[in-house]
């Protein structure tokens, strides 16, 4: 969180340093947070397990509190609704989430709103507040995989006209930097096609994008087991698992690659990159 453009870091309870991690599950989204408060070192950090159907969901969350949560999409903005109970009052939020135009800042407008006489929001006597917080990706390294959408043609031909047009949109998104509305869209084929090698390529590399190693790596992961082998999905994972800082998953990926001539130079510096990396 960037605490200068951030209304979180001036409340009357500043919050200091604030992480948001945004993980593709099975089902849905797991949002995980972890600030600081009060000069305390992750005073707050819980997990919250999303369905993107609008549907509630049970998670326990900081400070072993239940807490029902439900999420959406309109448009290019994610929707987080949630209900926890907090010292015999009920306590509502609205968090809405939205990228700017290059991907590489989200903003989060939120809406806290305290029942029963709760007197915990803020220095006014509402019951309700409203917030907007400034989220920063983190820079990423060297290392930047990229899309080959003629190595990825075969398993993408597999699939039907209907998701070849999903597919096609998918890819015209990614090209405009609207990552998550391409993430929405590829999720939803991914667990149609599960198996299809080629989506999950697609779909890790637009975690990536979102800053979402780790989601990326189970996808790439998953590319590399499903269908034929194919050297570029090799590599696609080599470079996940070096951003991940999977050493041996890496080192392992990059002697599959040995004796290839078409990677045969970034190979080469990405293992240098590697021997510099371990020391």
């Given at each position: 969180?960037?605490?200068?453009?951030?209304?979180?870091?001036?409340?009357?309870?500043?919050?200091?340093?604030?992480?948001?991690?945004?993980?593709?599950?099975?089902?849905?989204?797991?949002?995980?947070?972890?600030?600081?408060?009060?000069?305390?070192?992750?005073?707050?950090?819980?997990?919250?397990?999303?369905?993107?159907?609008?549907?509630?969901?049970?998670?326990?969350?900081?400070?072993?509190?239940?807490?029902?949560?439900?999420?959406?999409?309109?448009?290019?903005?994610?929707?987080?609704?949630?209900?926890?109970?907090?010292?015999?009052?009920?306590?509502?939020?609205?968090?809405?989430?939205?990228?700017?135009?290059?991907?590489?800042?989200?903003?989060?407008?939120?809406?806290?709103?305290?029942?029963?006489?709760?007197?915990?929001?803020?220095?006014?006597?509402?019951?309700?507040?409203?917030?907007?917080?400034?989220?920063?990706?983190?820079?990423?390294?060297?290392?930047?995989?990229?899309?080959?959408?003629?190595?990825?043609?075969?398993?993408?031909?597999?699939?039907?006209?209907?998701?070849?047009?999903?597919?096609?949109?998918?890819?015209?998104?990614?090209?405009?930097?609207?990552?998550?509305?391409?993430?929405?869209?590829?999720?939803?084929?991914?667990?149609?096609?599960?198996?299809?090698?080629?989506?999950?390529?697609?779909?890790?590399?637009?975690?990536?994008?979102?800053?979402?190693?780790?989601?990326?790596?189970g996808d790439a992961r998953n590319a590399e087991d499903s269908g034929a082998h194919s050297p570029y999905k090799c590599w696609f994972l080599a470079q996940v698992a070096y951003l991940a800082g999977d050493q041996p998953l890496c080192r392992r990926e990059i002697k599959h690659l040995a004796g290839n001539t078409e990677y045969q130079a970034q190979v080469e510096k990405l293992a240098q990159d590697l021997k510099t990396q371990a020391k």
């Amino acid at each position: 969180m960037d605490p200068v453009r951030s209304e979180s870091a001036h409340q009357d309870t500043p919050i200091g340093q604030s992480t948001l991690v945004i993980r593709l599950t099975g089902g849905g989204l797991a949002m995980e947070t972890i600030r600081s408060e009060g000069g305390r070192p992750a005073a707050f950090h819980e997990t919250l397990n999303l369905k993107l159907d609008g549907s509630e969901t049970t998670s326990t969350g900081n400070a072993g509190v239940a807490v029902i949560a439900k999420a959406h999409w309109d448009g290019n903005r994610l929707f987080v609704e949630t209900l926890r109970n907090v010292q015999d009052s009920t306590v509502t939020t609205l968090y809405v989430h939205s990228l700017s135009a290059n991907g590489r800042e989200m903003t989060v407008d939120k809406t806290l709103t305290v029942q029963h006489g709760y007197q915990g929001v803020s220095a006014s006597s509402s019951n309700t507040g409203h917030g907007k917080d400034i989220f920063v990706r983190v820079a990423a390294p060297d290392v930047q995989p990229q899309l080959d959408l003629q190595a990825l043609s075969e398993p993408l031909r597999n699939l039907t006209p209907a998701e070849h047009d999903v597919v096609d949109k998918a890819i015209k998104l990614i090209g405009q930097k609207k990552h998550i509305q391409a993430l929405q869209d590829l999720t939803g084929l991914t667990a149609s096609n599960p198996m299809n090698s080629g989506l999950r390529v697609l779909r890790a590399y637009v975690l990536l994008e979102l800053g979402n190693v780790t989601g990326a790596l189970g996808d790439a992961r998953n590319a590399e087991d499903s269908g034929a082998h194919s050297p570029y999905k090799c590599w696609f994972l080599a470079q996940v698992a070096y951003l991940a800082g999977d050493q041996p998953l890496c080192r392992r990926e990059i002697k599959h690659l040995a004796g290839n001539t078409e990677y045969q130079a970034q190979v080469e510096k990405l293992a240098q990159d590697l021997k510099t990396q371990a020391k």
